[in-house]
């Protein structure tokens, strides 16, 4: 006589019935289930999450002011009271190399935001719409990539350095609208990609049929399916747009003192490298690591986010 609890299990009804229910993923779940396995993804989300938490609160890693200088002990090497030693006035490098720490991450994030709004938006409008509004849109954009990064950044905060004054904010905000000025064409271009393929899929024909306006079509349909590309860029030009604040203090055109940023330490290093190297050492190890830690995030993330990558 059949068992009946095997029967209702083994028959085809009941394995149907499983495979319905059986739970599924979304790609942004499944890709932060892949995430979490990857050794590499968690040694670079510890280090950020490390450095958010200094830039967020250097008072629980230093109490020294990064400002307050003592010219009886400029240049002194690394010691036992300050840790990576005192620069060219007399400041502790170790408290400056802390505090720089929110100046680099907060220029570096609102870079990137500015830079993945603008482009994103533009690179979904013209993938959307086709035409010539495409064609519109990508030869703008062909215009600013065209122009060399270092060069036209230069010129730009030349021009405009002189209108902002000497104020932190208008400084710093310079800095960050130029490199989102130099730097939306290339999120603009691979959101552009990622809307034309998604423009041809039944999804968006089937809303297009059923009478959805183009706004709906674009916030409920195209957008989930196009920005997982651009956020993985973006997790990795974050590294990148630190580095060039750093780029651009160096050259003396980005931030400057009383500003405690990594790049405004490693500009004053310079003069002082073969005599003081400390002074330069310990901002650019953080400068790197952080920079490092931002690609490797990026590298994992694309990874995950790619079906294809996946082991």
């Known amino acids: 006589m ?12 009941a ?9 599924t993923r979304s790609l942004s779940g499944d890709a932060w289930h892949d ?3 990857r050794p590499l993804f968690l040694v670079a989300a510890g280090l950020i999450t490390f450095l958010l938490v200094m830039a967020a609160f250097p008072q629980l890693f230093t109490s020294v002011d990064p400002t307050l200088g003592d010219l009886s002990r400029a240049r002194e090497d690394p010691s036992a009271q300050a840790w990576f030693g005192y620069d060219h006035l ?9 505090y720089g720490t929110r100046v ?17 938006v533009m690179g979904l409008v013209a993938g959307f719409a086709g035409g010539w509004v495409d064609s519109l849109l990508a030869r703008v954009a062909d215009v600013f990539f065209g122009v060399p990064f270092i060069l036209g950044a230069i010129v730009v905060l030349s021009t405009f350095r002189a209108s902002v004054g000497q104020s932190v904010i208008g400084i710093s905000g310079l800095v960050i609208g130029t490199i989102g000025l130099l730097s939306w064409p290339i999120v ?41 590309p651009v ?15 750093a780029t651009l203090s160096f050259l003396g055109v980005g931030l400057r003192d009383p500003v405690v940023s990594w790049g405004v330490m490693i500009s004053e ?10 002074l330069l050492l310990f901002p650019g190890a953080f400068l790197v690591v952080t920079v490092l830690a931002f690609v490797l995030l990026g590298d994992a993330v694309r990874d995950a986010f790619d079906p294809k990558g996946r082991s």
Request: charged content about 15%; aromatic content about 6%; cysteine-free.
């Open 2 to 13: 059949t068992d009946p609890t095997t029967a209702t299990t083994d028959s085809p009804v």
């Open 15 to 23: 394995a149907g019935r499983a495979e319905v229910t059986a739970p």
């Open 35 to 37: 995430l979490r396995r």
């Open 90 to 98: 007399g400041r502790d490098v170790y408290a400056r190399t802390v």
């Open 104 to 120: 680099s991450i907060v220029v570096g994030m609102l870079a990137t935001t500015a830079v993945v709004g603008v482009g994103a």
């Open 188 to 228: 603009m271009r691979i959101m552009r990609s990622a809307a034309i393929a998604a423009r041809s899929q039944d999804y968006v024909k089937a809303a297009r049929a059923l009478g959805a306006s183009p706004w709906r079509i674009i916030r409920r349909h195209m957008l989930p399916n196009t920005i997982a």
């Open 231 to 245: 956020m993985v860029y973006a997790t990795i030009a974050l590294g990148a747009f630190i580095g060039a604040e």
């Open 269 to 278: 290093a310079q003069s002082y490298l073969r005599t003081s190297p400390h």
